[in-house]
């Protein structure tokens, strides 16, 4: 409106500068015009009164004929240099004597009988002689209007105001022009301004988007840290637990006791043992979130672990929740572990069903997608590039905006109390971000909830897709004698892993760190198998003591045991190749499993030996 | 250069006396026999004359005391022999001087009684001298045709055969007349006077 205004007010001036150098202009000619018009009357008015003065002293020359004095008064003309030419005429008409100026015309023959006429720039006055009211004959003047000089002083003030009136119009013109200018180049800067403007507020609000996800990122970095170390801790301490439960059992056996004591027994370890593989869920869960658990990656085809879920979920969800899985055709694969996959979508299931206690719809799709570089700058450490999405969503509750904000964050519920965890979501997150992916959760009150997840795409081929063995029990075979060294910092974690590895009948010597465990080995026969914690105290790691080792004792099996997985043989959340591990707290069972398989494995394992 | 005199002169004329202007260089001789005959009268001449008296009106001032009443005419008197044969009476015709009509008057001679503003003596030189004499101190103009001897306030003279005339500045105060300085300025400056 008021870049509008301005120019509008400004031709106003303008057209009213115009008028007024036009008026002035026409003003100007009509002052000539009325000047010299009023000049042309005052010039005859002149003439007769030069006339009758010529007529007053010719009168007696014309009355008498006396010719030389009437040349003497006409001649006399020349003075005035105005006056062309002169005659008089007698009464009857005749011309008496004449005047007449260089290069002037002559006067008439004979006496004209206008008594004054203007032509040619000239007036011509008739004036009658008479003396005391006798008429003796006429006089006739033609004269010059205007003098040479004052025709020019005419013409030059004309041409004055012309120029004048044309400066004004020019100046106008110019100012006009260079206001113009100034106007367009003001809107320029305007335009400039606004666009720069515009650009810091997108800047800006770019950099607060930043700076909330780096928060948040943040903030879930410290959680983890905080959950990771509790789980650590919790793992050697379930351990013990198990451990001494599993001890427990096998020895009970042997004890005599009554039918109504072994009764009990059996029903506080039972109960005692089932506490304790659930504490081990949660603490695998924390792990998961705060990235921690040891992955073990592979090539997965998410339709084909969705399809075989099909049936667990159905089981898990229940009659009144129909499931629909819409699964993209020629999806690419993705590098991850996939029981911690099923893990996830099974988390993301159950949070579907608790969100619809009504019952409802389950759907769980897949797509490939390409996420690209503004949609992962926020995010610390995503890159852009293809993605395989897999979308769990249901058309329950819904989440209002500040639920959704601490949906991943680890306790985090809204499950009444001991219906949930509050680890869903942070497993889902944590394992999700291990694995190079990201999550996403679009939800709205009374609309639903659909979590996206987002796994970079591989180009590594399957080696062999099938059943996922998922923790089998298997049953507890003899061991062969072989000699195996314990390495844990944690004494009754130590004690309960040498208790069990002694029962399944090996030869076991232990050590609290890196260098007893050398000291240990120093002029002793070769080990067949190192039991070690990847972290120990001391200066030196699981990673480290085990390469020593294998340099002393070549052809050493090694096995890694965890409360959580650090750089040491875990690169980027994943095994390197060959190494083997097993996570705390593993049961009797399992370790004795894991014992046999790496003892079983053929000679020097490839990539064991480096570095 | 003769006949263009005569026939300036002839353009002066009164109308009657212009004849037909075709016939003017026809009758040329004949008035360059009169021309060379003395001062015999010659009719243009005296037509000239005759006009002048009249024209001399405008240029002279009468006192009031000149006329009795405004309605009171002009006297031109012709003292002596009318040389005019008529001519006066032709140039005098729708003539008049200011209010006055003018009233042409012929005298044998000049009395005080004649109430003439005008007289125009024709005589020998006594009889010049006699009527001047008589009009001296009354307002006339006396106009005289003398070569020699008294001559009028007004007195014709021939000059190149062109009538003019001398005027005495003198006389007509003494006859309370103002004479007009544009008369005096073509007059020819004054040869002889004579006192009465």
Known sequence: ?611 | MRCSSILRLLLLAPRRVRIARTGICVLAPLFAILDSSSAAAPSLEWAVKAEYLFKLVPFIDWPESAFASPAQPFRLCVVGDDPFDGLLDEAGQGQSAGQHPIAIVRLKNATPDDHCQLMYIAGDQQFVTQSLSAASGFPVLTVTDAQSGDKGIVNFVNVQNHVRFEIDQQAALRNHLNVSSKLLGIALPQTAGHAP
Request: proline share 4%.
């Open chain 1, 1 to 611: 409106m008021k870049r509008k205004a301005f120019p509008y007010f400004t031709n106003i001036f303008y057209v009213a500068a115009i008028l007024a150098a036009c008026f002035l202009l026409l003003f100007g000619i009509g002052t000539i015009i009325y000047g010299t018009r009023n000049y042309a009357a005052q010039a005859t008015q002149d003439t007769i009164i030069q006339g009758r003065i010529l007529a007053s002293a010719e009168s007696a020359a014309l009355a008498f004929d006396d010719k030389k004095a009437a040349h003497e008064y006409i001649d006399s003309l020349a003075f005035s240099p105005n006056v062309e030419s002169a005659a008089i005429y007698d009464n009857r008409g005749n011309q008496f004597v004449r005047y007449i100026r260089a290069g002037s015309g002559m006067p008439p023959a004979r006496a004209p009988r206008q008594a004054a006429y203007i032509a040619k720039d000239r007036v011509r006055i008739v004036v009658p002689v008479t003396e005391q009211g006798r008429t003796l004959g006429t006089v006739y003047l033609e004269r010059d209007i205007e003098p040479a000089s004052r025709r020019f002083l005419r013409f030059g003030l004309i041409a004055i105001l012309v120029s004048m009136s044309a400066i004004i119009l020019g100046t106008l013109a110019i100012s006009q022009r260079a206001l113009a200018m100034a106007n367009t180049e003001l809107e320029r800067r305007a335009g400039e301004l606004s666009s720069a403007n515009t650009e810091l507020r997108v800047q800006i609000e770019e950099r607060e988007k930043a700076e909330a996800a780096l928060r948040q990122s943040q903030k879930m970095e410290a959680i983890g840290q905080l959950t990771g170390g509790v789980a650590h801790d919790f793992n050697n301490l379930l351990q013990i637990i198990a451990g001494s439960l599993g001890s427990l059992r096998r020895r009970s056996s042997r004890w005599n006791l009554g039918a109504e004591a072994t009764r009990d027994f059996d029903r506080f370890l039972d109960s005692a043992e089932e506490g304790a593989k659930r504490a081990a869920a949660l603490t695998r869960q924390l792990l998961a979130f705060s990235r921690r658990q040891p992955l073990e990656p592979e090539p997965v085809d998410a339709n084909r672990l969705v399809a075989q879920m099909t049936n667990l979920l159905a089981r898990t969800l229940g009659e009144t929740i129909s499931i629909e899985t819409v699964l993209a055709s020629g999806l690419w694969r993705v590098l991850t572990d996939p029981h911690q996959l099923e893990s996830a979508v099974l988390n993301l299931a159950v949070n579907a069903r608790d969100a619809m206690p009504e019952g409802g719809k389950l759907t769980i799709e897949t797509a490939n997608t390409y996420l690209d570089e503004s949609y992962v700058a926020p995010f610390e450490q995503l890159k852009a590039g293809q993605y395989v999405m897999i979308a769990v969503t249901d058309n329950g509750l819904g989440m209002d905006t500040a639920t959704l904000a601490q949906a991943f964050e680890p306790f985090f519920t809204t499950k009444a109390g001991g219906h949930g965890t509050g680890l869903g979501l942070s497993q889902v997150y944590g394992f999700i971000k291990q694995s190079g992916g990201h999550t996403k959760i679009y939800s709205e009150p009374g609309q639903g909830t659909t979590v996206k997840m987002y796994l970079p795409r591989t180009q590594v081929e399957p080696a062999v897709l099938g059943e996922h063995p998922i923790a089998h029990e298997t049953a507890v075979a003899a061991a062969g004698g072989q000699t195996i060294l314990v390495v844990e910092d944690e004494d009754k974690v130590r004690a309960a892993s040498v208790e069990m590895l002694e029962e399944l009948g090996y030869l076991v010597f232990e050590a609290a760190d890196g260098s007893s465990a050398l000291k240990l080995l120093d002029g002793r026969p070769a080990i067949d198998l190192l039991f070690t914690d990847v972290v120990l105290r001391g200066g030196m790691n699981g990673k480290e003591l085990a390469d020593q080792i294998r340099r002393l004792v070549p052809g050493v099996k090694i096995l890694y045991t965890t409360g959580y997985a650090r750089n040491a043989i875990v690169h980027h959340g994943r095994l390197d190749p060959g190494v083997e591990l097993i996570t705390k707290p593993f049961s009797y069972s399992q370790l004795a499993t894991k014992i046999r398989a790496v003892l079983e494995q053929p000679g020097e394992m490839p990539g064991a030996s480096s570095g």
